[in-house]
């Protein structure tokens, strides 16, 4: 769609702006009332996700500013350029990042790879109403979220209230409410392991792809557990899970160096972005000045020393932000929430009987793979905390799933 | 066709006729959807068309310095860096500066502001309305308002008005406001860069000049050769530094594209306002018939 209608305008928290962002919210809330009148959904999904819905319009401009999450406006930009001219934004169209496929006498099909124009390019196909500012974005993420809600439903999920309750989780509301690409990571990331779960291998790799686009590192550790399950059958017993980890560890020595390239390359790069000197000097500007000790502090010189510094960081990892780096309000909700996921994550697996579950242990062991590598990067809370959660939440949805196959298993053998 | 018959295509069709004709088919949603009409025309009448007011600027790398070589990976790394200089950062903290208000306040632009540019005012005696919360403010704590307008006032527009951004990853700056003045905004832009780029200078210029003394102390009091050379050879260099800092071309930044307007006002955008307004009421109906129909549920 190449329209003059959408363009960017900085509208701030004007009335305009809330008049734009209303309509877009309020057309959400007209689709609700129509799948509950299809019994697509309950009525408290309907008062549920008519609060979900409204959470964007009380972030941006109202508690926080959107400069808090500056990468919004570049979606933002992006996606009214895309709609407005059919092209990117100078920054993103001057890397010409794209895959182009030639099918002959049907002419060619151009994929965006860079993530920005990847994302925006889907998030722009939300029948919204308007595409005019930063939140417009993040009424796009909604509806995508609430599709997938429904899809969970109907193919998934048989108790819609229980599946209710995870869409209340504070940092899905906070990430899923903003112009960013986190929801379709997240999305993604979900369905991929439901349909492994299933054993829906073509339509898991369906799912799979547009991570290598979206976040590269997800794609790994989802890459990982693919290969292991369907090569190596990894879920199916513990020699083979052995056995596949030993493969990675011998693959890991034998491709040391360019392993440990791309690690200390992603560490350098995460603590110059956090790298603050005071007096405006911070970033990357400030480690091109003072960044050359740190450096060398930050060099991981062998597998032994990776597999080490990710065990230590792992606590960090996953209990961060701790209460001395409170800076803002939600630094506490995502300290007590990293907790509570922990604990939600230990009690799903207690109360139905999984620990002794290879395809637990299975998704247990990628997960703690996925964190520890993770765990080596984190510099910077904000990002991470952001990165913690799109990594945990899909697992911890598949967990739930593996959970109701248990018990629709036992329930099976008890008639 | 097993797969058509789990969807029920006729039931939901029939369940989606009923919706339109229970929620949306009602008079309640015409009278709302006219007065939609007039709200938006209300809005658009005591609206102030406002001009998009831009200007493309490029950081002047030669102010950036240097970076060393960490060898490895971290050459990749610094191509990312040598894009990220601090001259924005400087630039933008000087645009927003108050040093920068006082001056363009110096330059009359208050008058423009404030006082509708009627030159016969004095610039310090624009009279500043008060707002209750003010008067509030001033009453439980006990300090005095001022009766008129001051840089302060200045600074704070310029903040609220002018939107610095550089693209993440790239290297234009955009500098831009929305005014109803296209003349007025294309001016104050354009002396609002200039002012706090020379300010940035003259900041340099002291610096270099205060060295120089500082230096021509010390070569006084030196007896090492060794120690004479460099000494002398800071002085070159600052010398040559406030050499190249005195002239009439920016030093932060240098202009790709100088101040200009849209051709039409950008806000109010008329098409979206009534659209959006005509979503919003409709809403408002359906939302209405749709809780007065499901209470039993709802409640």
Known sequence: ?415 | MSFLKKIEIKSKALLLKEFFYDYFWKKSSLNLGLASLIFSLAIIQFSTPQFYISATLRENKSVGSSSPSLGGGSDNLFSIVSSESNSFGEFRSNIYSYIIAQRMWEKGWATEIYAGGDKSIDVNKIDKPQTLADRLGSLLLGYELYDFYSPHDLQDFISSKVDLQKEIKGTNITVSMLTSDQNFGISFLNELMLTADKYAKEFLILKSQAIIDATYKQLSESRNSAITASLAATINKESLHIATLTNDLPYHIYFIDPPYSSEYPVTPNTQAIFISNFIIFIFLSVMYNFIRNHKEDLW
């Open chain 1, 1 to 415: 769609m190449v329209n003059g209608y959408f363009r960017y305008i900085d509208y701030g928290g004007s009335l305009e702006y809330y008049i734009f962002e209303i309509a877009n919210y309020s057309f959400l809330v007209l689709l609700l009332c129509l799948c509950y009148k299809l019994r697509f959904i309950n009525i408290n999904s309907l008062i549920v996700w008519t609060g979900i819905f409204f959470v964007p319009l009380v972030l941006n401009y109202f508690i926080f500013s959107p400069s808090l999450f500056p990468d919004q406006f570049q979606y933002a930009l992006e996606v009214m350029s895309l709609k407005s001219k059919g092209i990117s934004i100078d920054a993103i169209a001057s890397q010409n990042a794209q895959f182009s496929l030639n099918l002959g006498y049907l002419g060619s099909i151009s994929i965006p790879t860079n993530p920005v124009t990847f994302s925006t390019t889907f998030l722009g196909f939300a029948p919204i109403p308007n595409f005019m500012t930063v939140t417009s974005l993040a009424f796009a993420n909604k509806f995508f979220l609430f599709v997938s809600f429904l899809g969970l439903k109907k193919f998934f999920f048989k108790d819609e209230n229980i599946l209710l309750l995870f869409f209340l989780i504070p940092s899905l509301l906070l990430y899923t409410s903003l112009a960013l690409r986190e929801t379709l990571i997240i999305i993604c990331s979900v369905f991929f392991l439901l349909n492994m779960l299933k054993n829906n291998y073509i339509i898991s790799l369906i799912f799979l792809l547009p991570l290598f686009v979206l976040k590269i590192q997800m794609f790994a550790f989802l890459a990982l557990y693919f290969v292991g399950r369907l090569v190596f059958r990894a879920n199916n017993s513990l020699y083979m899970l052995v056995f596949f980890l030993g493969f990675i560890l011998l693959a890991s020595i034998l491709l040391q160096d360019v392993i440990l390239q791309i690690i200390n390359y992603y560490r350098l790069g995460f603590a110059a972005e956090n790298m603050d000197l005071g007096d405006g000097i911070y970033g990357y500007y400030a480690f091109s000045l003072y960044g050359e000790e740190l450096a060398e502090s930050l060099e991981l010189t062998s597998i032994l020393e990776v597999v080490f510094a990710s065990i230590a960081g792992l606590p960090k990892l996953l209990l961060m932000p701790y209460p001395n780096t409170w800076s803002s309000i939600f630094y506490p909700i995502q300290f007590f929430e990293s907790i509570f996921l922990i604990l939600l994550y230990w009690s799903i697996s207690v109360r139905n009987n999984l620990l002794k579950n290879k395809e637990f242990i299975y998704l247990s062991v990628i997960l703690l793979l996925s964190c520890m590598l993770y765990s080596l990067l984190v510099f910077n809370v904000g990002t991470f905390v952001r990165y913690r959660f799109s990594l945990f939440f899909p697992f911890i949805i598949a967990l739930y799933y593996l959970a109701t196959l248990e018990r629709g298993n036992k329930t099976k053998l008890l008639k």
